[in-house]
């Protein structure tokens, strides 16, 4: 019995690294309408049950709930309520909560993604997810149609898609869109959840990632309990929005 379990457990991950092999070396992506009885004409069910069967699926298409979760946490497990009246007034909603975030979040998709390539680069080299990138791309600029034409918001004081104080000298080297800006304004994230994991060691890792998207917009210090981590944000409700907007892209391509 236990020899049988141990031999179906190195079948099962033999699978699993063969597909992320054709993956990786070849494109291999299975069919969309590829489901478990078309599986297992391809695969042994003698060893491979349906979670298996599902583990293969997430391994060729790349795209999986066990890479979900990461060092930061899952933004897909991050307890949020949406954008306020306020924020959702800017598009003339008249719901506020998730899904006027997840509403604002499509309308910026098409010129979210002009950026995309690069928001995946910086995502992979800082270890954050993409989704969170655009979400606060989506929140900040709306994807660049509230910035003006040299780069800088309404006021002048915040520079690019997602709005680097002039206190944090931003990086202007390729401009409001370019590598250099989102790179930097990612790292800001980053340590803004680092501080925020600091502060609040006994949190969980989607806590601290839902504590750090809101010290971004204003800092860490302001970030002093679950319920009340949004006062004093833009709006009241920044990560909550920005939260919410991250989960509708990641949903859609991110």
Known sequence: MVS????????????????????SSF???????????????????????????????????GSGDDDESGELGNILNVESTGASDKT????????SG????????????TKVDQYKDTIEKVGKE???DPAIIAGIISRESRGNENLLKNGWGADGSDYGLMQVSKHNKP?????????????????ILKKSIEGV????????KEQQLKGGISAYNAGVKNVQTLKGMDIGTTGNDYSNDVVERAKWFKNNGY
């Open 98 to 109: 998730k899904e006027a975030s997840q509403k604002m979040a499509e309308t910026d998709k």
């Open 27 to 61: 494109g291999f992506v299975l069919p969309s309408t590829t489901d478990d009885t078309e599986l297992s004409l391809l695969l042994d069910d003698t060893f491979l049950d349906s979670e298996d069967f599902s583990r293969f699926r997430r391994a060729a298409e």
């Open 171 to 187: 990086n202007m080297k390729d401009g409001p869109g370019g590598y250099s800006h989102i790179k930097q304004a990612s790292e």
């Open 4 to 23: 049988f379990a141990i031999r179906r457990f190195h079948v099962c991950e033999l699978v699993v690294l063969v597909a992320l092999f054709y993956q």
């Open 197 to 204: 994991t600091k502060k609040h060691p006994d949190w969980t």
């Open 88 to 95: 959702a007034a800017q598009d003339g909603l008249e719901e």
């Open 126 to 128: 800082l270890g954050i």
